[in-house]
Each structure stands twice: as C-alpha cells, then as structure tokens.
C-alpha cells in the first residue's frame, strides 16, 4: 500500500534556527497538509495545501510557517525562526480528492525539539 | 467552533474484552466522521469512516462504529480485543465547508494477554 513519508524522524534545533521539513505524498493524491501534536495534546491542523496554494489555514500557522511543493514529489513545511513552542510531533498528510471527499493519508511524523 | 470529544482517556483490558470508546462532537451540520489508530512507533492509521448511509460502519481488524446523529456520537466498538490492539486511537471530525480535520485527545488502549 503506498505510503506518505516523512523526513526526518527527529529534528532537533536551537531556538532561532530555520527547519524544513520533508514530506513525500502519496504519489496520485493531489491535496496536502500538514498537522502538528505537542505532546500530550490533541493533534492539531496547521495548514492544508492544493494545486500549488495554500487552501486553509490554522491561526497556529503564522507567518514563522510556510510550505512548499519545490517539485512534483515533495512537500516541505519551513519554520523560519523556531521557538521552544514549536516542539512537536509534525504530521504530513495526503489525500487524492480533498476536503470531505476521502481520508486523508498521514506519514510518520517528524518529532521536532527546539532547545 | 467544532470540537471533539473523546471522555476515555486511557482504557486497559484484558484479552477478549469488548470495547466501547466515546466520541462526540459539535457541529450542528452534516459531517464526516473517522477513526484513526497510532500503533507504538507508527503513523496514524485509518481505521474506519463514516460519510453517509449506514450508519453502523465496519472498519478494519474487526472494529465497528456507529453514528448517533441525535446524539452527536461515533462511538468506536470491539467485542473481543487483542493485544496487538494496544495503540491511541483518535476520533476526527471534518464539516463539509473545511479542509480541516479536528481531532480529539486520543484514548491511549492497553491490552494485557
């Protein structure tokens, strides 16, 4: 069964410092998100991503945050200036028709820990 | 604002007990409903949905939910759970004017043989 996958596993960053993450989408699916869980939290939508735009976002989603699709395969969430809040689980997630239409696919997450 | 709630935080059983997790949400609209799990080390897994029709769906691993619509509940059910069944399992809403998919706490299950 095809899969989303994510790199890397675990991330971890100094305050302040730029990440990216990486994620590769089912490959015939065409809407893309991103979601987070803080420990011991609820799993949280940041931002959902089609035909090229961003569609939806979350107001966790500021303007630290932006996202990217550099080529056909892979979808990136950048944090520009990472705060100790921005630790978390980072959840990247597929679906091939979006919106309420069908699930949504998710990787194994990135574990991001900013010291 | 949508919310989901999930009142059983962390359920343990033995072997061959039946399970039964609460979900409710609010939203007064039409909504899909889902079920996901998060086995140990791995990514969060679909188990089963609910769009329209019947509203008893059958999942996966012979899992079963039903939709309550008076009631504002999808309520997960097993009757007779395994140890491999040990995991988090998460309710998730999502409304038909949304890309958003709005998840509860998560039930942390722990099956002992």
């Known amino acids: 069964e095809p899969e989303v996958t994510q790199t890397p596993s675990h991330q971890v960053t100094q305050m302040g410092q730029e990440v990216i993450l990486r994620c590769v989408p089912i490959?015939?699916?065409?809407?893309f998100y991103w979601y987070r869980q803080i420990l011991g939290q609820k799993v949280e939508f940041l931002v959902s991503?089609?035909?090229?735009?961003?569609?939806?976002k979350s107001e966790i989603f500021d303007d630290q945050f932006s996202v990217e699709r550099p080529d056909g395969s892979n979808f990136t969430l950048k944090i520009r200036s990472t705060k100790l809040e921005d630790s978390a689980m980072y959840f990247c997630a597929s679906s091939a028709e979006g919106r309420y239409n069908s699930p949504l696919h998710f990787g194994n997450g990135t574990r991001l820990t900013v010291t | 604002a949508q919310s989901v709630s999930q009142h059983n935080h962390h359920v343990i059983l033995s072997e061959a007990a039946s399970l039964e997790l609460g979900c409710n949400y609010s939203?007064?609209?039409?909504?899909?409903l889902f079920w996901y799990v998060q086995y140990p080390g791995q990514h969060l897994q679909l188990l089963l949905k609910y769009f329209s029709g019947d509203p008893l769906v059958k999942g996966i691993k012979g899992f079963e939910a039903e939709f309550i619509k008076s009631k504002f509940s999808f309520n997960l059910r097993k009757p007779s759970v395994q140890w491999s069944d040990t995991a988090e399992y998460f309710c998730?809403?999502?409304?038909?004017?949304?890309?958003?998919?709005?998840f509860g706490t998560g039930t942390r299950l722990q099956v002992f043989p």
């Open positions: 998730a809403v999502i409304t038909y004017n949304t890309d958003k998919l709005i």
């Open positions: 490959s015939n699916h065409l809407y």
């Open positions: 939203y007064g609209g039409t909504v899909n």
């Open positions: 991503f089609y035909n090229n735009e961003i569609s939806e």
